[in-house]
């Protein structure tokens, strides 16, 4: 199952990017309940909680592209640690202030914060093509960072809730803070990162190219199209979950922490499972996972029991632990590595916007409705996306990965 999957861990500096890939995504995980908490302790009123994730997810989105456009030119052994420096800085000053917070500046840095994030994210991936493409281990390597990923995400929620609970918000936020300055800390002793461009390029070029390539390549756009669609009804569900506990399965809140338990459970499983799925063609494998999760849903549309649910979100969370790091590798081979950052950093600004959409979409079917008929919605649509994007596999013709560029060839020095 993991025979040469450590293999990219030979190549440096792969491990360091790994790591502070990792502690990037705990720390972010570790950031939002704290700040979730903060805005709502402080205002006791769900309007600017509700701010809090539009300015930390939604809005970075829109600027992260080009902010990733303009650094990918410049040598990363100086940028990716000065990223996660001005991470640490974001999260000192919120710490400082945590005690007596001004909501307007806690939206700023939380804006400032994921636009940083989204960014690193993206250039950070960009170089993992870099380097593990030409040794033939990108695929190895993006289920290493998937693992990463899965316990960072999952593990990062119940730490900052740990720390709030067992210290108060600003050692949570100072811990935060620490662990993006070890990141940069990692990054700043790694050989090998890719070096700036010897040719420097307006930013309004860098962007339309990454723009073109996305909107003309057939593989690249339905990719990108496609998992639009597809985190709107992923999102969906998680905002009215705990409304579908409570008043469709009648459980406890126990029974609401047990069934998010399971989900995170799969997720895990998923990340595991894609060890064996990497060697398989990567579209018929983001077409399983994504069906994975539109069964579960529609499944748990119709079940009324706790147990049915959690065994249903078993299957639901391992299809979503599998789907991302599928489409996120197949997207990767599509494209050349001179816009590998630009391309990813346009998948990672999409994961970022959709959920706001589905969030929304989920509640307002909600409160028309119920909860299991937002289920149903998703379930179906993602199924229906499924279909749509078998039959588009079908009809295409098969086209190899894309080698790395002419341009890419001789624009590193």
Not at 273 to 283: D, E, N, S, T, W
Request: aromatic share 6%; glycine share 12%.
């Amino acid at each position: 199952m993991v025979q040469g999957v450590t293999e990219p861990l030979r190549i440096r500096p792969f491990g360091r990017l790994l790591t502070s890939y990792t502690l990037n995504e705990l720390g972010d995980s570790v950031a939002l309940v704290a700040l979730a908490l903060l805005v709502y302790g402080s205002t006791g009123e769900a309007l600017p909680t509700a701010g809090l994730f539009l300015a930390a997810k939604f809005l970075p989105a829109f600027f992260a592209p080009a902010l990733t456009a303009r650094l990918d030119q410049l040598g990363l052994q100086r940028v990716l640690p000065l990223l996660y420096i001005a991470e640490a800085l974001v999260f000192v000053v919120l710490a400082e202030t945590a005690a007596d917070p001004l909501i307007p500046l806690v939206l700023v840095l939380a804006f400032v914060d994921g636009t940083l994030a989204l960014t690193g994210r993206g250039l950070t991936r960009g170089a993992i093509a870099e380097v593990l493409t030409p040794h033939g281990r990108l695929r190895e390597g993006n289920a290493l960072v998937n693992i990463g990923f899965a316990v960072a995400s999952v593990g990062g929620t119940a730490l900052g809730g740990v720390l709030v609970a067992a210290f108060d918000l600003r050692t949570a936020l100072l811990v935060d803070a620490a662990s993006f300055g070890f990141a940069a800390l990692v990054l700043l002793r790694a050989r090998g990162l890719p070096d700036a461009h010897a040719v420097r390029q307006p930013l309004l070029r860098r962007v339309r190219e990454g723009l073109r390539h996305a909107a003309g390549h057939p593989r690249v756009r339905a990719l990108l199209g496609g998992q639009a669609l597809a985190l709107v009804l992923f999102t969906l569900v998680p905002a009215i979950e705990v409304v579908y506990a409570k008043e469709t399965l009648g459980t406890s809140d126990a029974g609401f922490g047990l069934l998010l338990s399971a989900w995170g459970a799969g997720i895990v499983v998923g990340s595991l499972l894609y060890l064996v799925a990497r060697r398989a063609p990567q579209i018929p494998v983001v077409l399983a996972a994504t069906a994975a999760v539109g069964v579960a849903y529609t499944g748990m549309a119709v079940v009324d029991t706790l147990a049915a649910a959690c065994a249903l979100s078993v299957l639901g969370g391992t299809g979503n632990g599998i789907q991302w790091v599928a489409v996120m590798t197949a997207l990767q081979e599509a494209t050349p590595l001179d816009l590998q950052a630009r391309t990813v950093g346009l998948l990672e600004s999409i994961g970022a916007a959709m959920p706001g959409i589905g969030f929304a979409a989920g509640g307002l079917l909600t409160a028309l409705w119920s909860p299991p008929a937002a289920f149903a919605v998703a379930g179906l649509g993602l199924l229906a996306l499924v279909l749509a994007g078998s039959a588009l596999a079908l009809l295409r013709p098969r086209r190899r990965p894309a080698a790395p560029s002419a341009a890419d060839a001789g624009a590193r020095r």
